[in-house]
């Protein structure tokens, strides 16, 4: 392999890893991963403000996911 398809190969695994890490909901909302002073983190962002947490704020929400579809209209 020569450096240039190295570089080019480098270039697409970037490209398809960035793609990855972000995605679109039905409803509009970009969810994007990264990470925080080394902790990963998700991103919301969309019809709202943006909003970004970790691992145990993440924990928080599932944790009473049932309340907030109720708050939010859901159920």
């Known amino acids: ?27 509009g909302v970009n ?11 998700m991103k919301i962002s969309g019809p709202c403000p943006p909003l970004a947490f970790g691992k145990s704020k993440a924990r928080a929400i599932v944790a009473v996911m049932e309340e907030i579809k109720r708050f939010a209209g859901e159920q």
């Open 31 to 41: 969810i994007e991963y990264d990470t925080y002073k080394g902790q990963p983190v």
């Open 1 to 27: 392999m020569t450096e240039a398809e190295m570089v080019a190969k480098i270039d697409a695994l970037q490209k398809e890893n960035a793609a990855l890490k972000t995605s679109k909901t039905s409803g």
